[in-house]
Nanobody, 128 residues
Framework: QVQLVESGGGLAQVGGSLRLSCVAS????????MAWFRQVPGKEHKFVAAISWSGGSTDYSDSVRGRFTISRDNRKNTAYLQMNNLKPEDTGVYLC?????????????????????WGQGTQVTVSS
């Protein structure tokens, strides 16, 4: 069982920055592909960014590409989302997601149903 805990959300002004963290509680031998999704009330989870186990492969939604950067530190079992030049439409609950990959896989996924472990989320509010 993978447990994910997010932190780092808060209130930011337009053009500001925030850095989100997601710590995974897993056995040392477990490899995870990880991602961030955004949830807005009344709407489906929206893909934001994903990163492969090694960190060598990343993917972004068009709306955040060039502004957000996903990274990870496997020694700390932690993934990060650096959010720059924030816009009001970035507002929402940011959820960390993960799924276990085998040793031959270093892929990312932007598909919601691929992820079977989810954190509780951290609120990001961007005010104009």
């Amino acid at each position: 069982q993978v447990q994910l805990v997010e932190s780092g959300g808060g209130l930011a002004q337009v053009g500001g920055s925030l850095r989100l963290s997601c710590v995974a509680s897993v056995r040392t031998s477990t490899r995870l592909a990880m991602a961030w999704f955004r949830q807005v009330p009344g709407k489906e989870h929206k893909f934001v960014a994903a990163i492969s186990w090694s960190g060598g492969s990343t993917d972004y939604s068009d709306s955040v590409r060039g502004r957000f950067t996903i990274s990870r530190d496997n020694r700390k079992n932690t993934a990060y989302l650096q959010m720059n030049n924030l816009k009001p439409e970035d507002t929402g609950v940011y959820l960390c997601a993960a799924y276990v990959v085998d040793y031959s896989s270093d892929y990312t996924s932007n598909i919601l149903s691929d992820y079977d472990s989810w954190g509780q989320g951290t609120q990001v509010t961007v005010s104009s």
